[in-house]
């Protein structure tokens, strides 16, 4: 082993749906993307599905790029079989066979850490969860029980650590929480951008309207319909506002327009609005910093337990006041009254409805709040510290793996 050394390599292993870059969506995806271009002392190769948009093989910057091909079929077999037909896993094997990395880091897939510290025991190896275990797919779970034996557990919250600590983490002999990041430089907000800012929401029929901002998959769980029934109430008493809808309805290849029954649903309510509605459809990750710009104050009313959403530092970063729910570790970035405002109720539209009319009619407190936001983002969650957080839980990881002789599987 090189111990941790400069030059050691950690493979950076994406789960088997979306591509890395996350060209079609994915937060874990986007995590892994940034993280390996912010990596200081560490060599990262990103391993992740192949895309008929992306080669087998590419450099970008000092990260190394390998995807392991899967056909439609085995995409199919993959999916809906896992356990029975391990063909991703057994894909990145063969690519960690000649790799031969310092460190494996397998991001939100248990089942292919369990499959891959069975075939490299001489391979310290991370798992980093994005979220909680509950919201894997059935065949993405462990069964009940059973023990990971891993060299390290990172969770994206200190809220994920705590639910996971003693299930998927109780086999880690170290444990780490490592926020999500974000880019302040990329997400400029208004006051840094005006001419841009204009242009946009000109283009998107907005104006000088008073604009609620939501930012994510349409989703029931994600709270779009709590934020609609909210909307209903705002325009009674800012009939000039807008609502702009900035996602689909699902992430990856021919799935970000598809049309659930939800947003059929949704579409119809949305139809009969008394109010502006933009609905912007699947943005990529490069143009997210554009979508922030389009409004006045972020609502990301989550009726689920989540991780940690990027949208919130995001648009932190775009100097926007937050509006959200106390839902899993959303707390830990939007702090009630700091940069935002956290609901009493997560599912009580007509709270959601006060909230966001005293932002819109409050100038001063949108300014403040998001300004705060901005500064935290910048201080505490931008990608180069997050890495070096990475890196300092890497050293750890390392210093305490023994030497141990590397296993041909």
Avoid at 197 to 210: I, K, M, N, S, V
Avoid at 267 to 292: C, D, H, I, N, S
């Amino acid at each position: 082993m090189k111990g941790c050394s400069a030059r050691s390599t950690v493979a950076l292993i994406g789960p088997e749906l979306f591509p890395i870059p996350p060209i079609r969506g994915g937060a874990a995806e986007l995590f892994i993307d940034r993280l390996a271009a912010h990596l200081g002392r560490y060599q990262p190769v990103v391993i992740g599905p192949g895309d008929p948009e992306l080669p087998a093989r590419e450099r970008r910057g000092r990260a190394e790029y390998l995807r392991v091909p899967l056909s439609r079929l085995g995409r199919w077999l993959n999916k809906r079989y896992g356990r029975a037909f391990p063909l991703y896993e057994a894909g990145v094997a063969r690519l960690l066979r000649r790799l031969q990395p310092d460190l494996i880091h397998v991001h939100n897939r248990p089942l292919l850490a369990a499959y891959l510290q069975r075939r490299f025991p001489g391979t310290p190896l991370l798992l980093h969860m994005h979220n909680l275990m509950t919201v894997l797919g059935k065949r993405e779970r462990p069964e009940k029980g059973a023990v990971i034996p891993l060299d390290g557990f990172a969770a994206c919250s200190r809220y994920v650590l705590e639910a996971e600590r003693h299930r998927l983490g109780q086999g880690a002999a170290q444990h780490f929480v490592i926020y999500n990041g974000v880019d302040p430089a990329a997400f400029r907000p208004a006051w840094e951008a005006p001419a841009e800012a204009r242009r946009l929401r000109r283009e998107q029929g907005l104006g000088e309207a008073p604009t609620v901002l939501y930012a994510g998959k349409l989703r029931e769980s994600k709270g779009v319909g709590v934020l609609v029934a909210a909307m209903e109430q705002v325009w009674h008493r800012v009939p000039e506002a807008a609502l702009v809808l900035v996602g689909g309805t699902e992430f990856g290849r021919g799935r970000t327009h598809r049309r659930t029954p939800f947003f059929r649903e949704l579409t119809a309510r949305l139809a009969r609005a008394p109010g502006k509605v933009v609905l912007t459809g699947f943005v990529p990750p490069e143009r997210m910093p554009q979508a922030y710009l389009l409004g006045d104050l972020f609502v990301g009313p989550s009726q689920i337990e989540e991780g940690l959403g990027m949208v919130f530092l995001e648009a932190a970063a775009a100097g926007l006041p937050l509006i959200a729910t106390r839902m899993g570790g959303i707390p830990e970035v939007v702090e009630d009254g700091v940069n935002g405002l956290l609901m009493t109720r997560k599912d009580d539209a007509a709270e959601l409805a006060d909230l966001i009319v005293h932002l819109l009619r409050d100038d001063q407190a949108r300014q403040d709040l998001g300004r705060r936001g901005r500064e935290r983002v910048c201080r505490e969650f931008s990608w180069d510290t997050i890495a070096r957080a990475q890196e300092a839980a890497y050293d750890l990881i390392l210093a305490g793996a023994p030497d141990r002789p590397r296993s041909k599987p």
